[in-house]
């Protein structure tokens, strides 16, 4: 049992969810090791949201009220961390969300799908009517065609790579949380969150909530437009090299 006093206990919590996620049957081992490698970037950020991930939450935000058809992929981390934020974010936008995994199987598809529906997402694509998107080397090719296949806007956190570079070939606008600025998901994303996924997800539904009302469109149509995701990545990988300069001194 940790106490709330410890300096780490946030940190220690969200290991904690992710263990129960794995033992559970949702987040895979693999999931568990990648969370390690968020830790070390979220570390060289101070653990806090930047200025700079707070816009790009914004504009995502932007991209996804403004969309003809977006939808959220949830992976077996995304799924363990963010369930509520999920579930609201559904509920605000009705975004449909797609279970799509980079180690599947129908198991644990069908328990990410139960644990969705118990926090009360109602549409959940599982990729049973799939298509495989070319030039992608893992699982993740396979996108459901009344889902990812068909989507303007695609809100990936947590992505790979080649995932992320096809979507963006394929015209989609491609939305991401990732940790490390430097990743090829981060490069190639039309927008980049860096920040801790729950951090991250919680901002997003609160700008969710503001601009959900009519009369912001024109105000969603300037954040899209005057968003440049390079000199976005550029200011979070500065705050990064500033705190580890200061480590070195
Ligand atoms: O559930 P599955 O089978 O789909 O697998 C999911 C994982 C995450 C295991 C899979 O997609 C994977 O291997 O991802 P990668 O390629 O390791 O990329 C994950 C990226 O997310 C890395 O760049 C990490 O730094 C970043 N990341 C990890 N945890 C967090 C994070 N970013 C934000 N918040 C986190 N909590």
Redesign the pocket.
Known sequence: MVSEGHPRYASLM?RNKLVEGYERGI??A??L???G??????YLLGEQTSESARKATKVACAHLLTARFPVLSV???T?T?VPDEIAELHAITGIPVEI?????SAQ?IKRIADHLHAYGVANVLTGFDFIKLAHIASD?ASVDKNGIFKADVVFV?????DRAQALTELGKTVLT????PL?R??VASTVTIV????R?LKDLVSFAKHFESDGHQDELNLLKASFDNLENLKASYAIMQKQLRSLAR
């Open positions: 969200l987040t895979s693999h999931g090791i990648a969370h490698r968020g830790e070390a970037f979220d992976n077996g981390n799924a961390l799509n995994l980079f180690h599947p644990r993740r956190p947590l992505e790979d790579g949380v990732d940790l490390n990743s998901t981060a920040d801790e996924v729950t991250a």
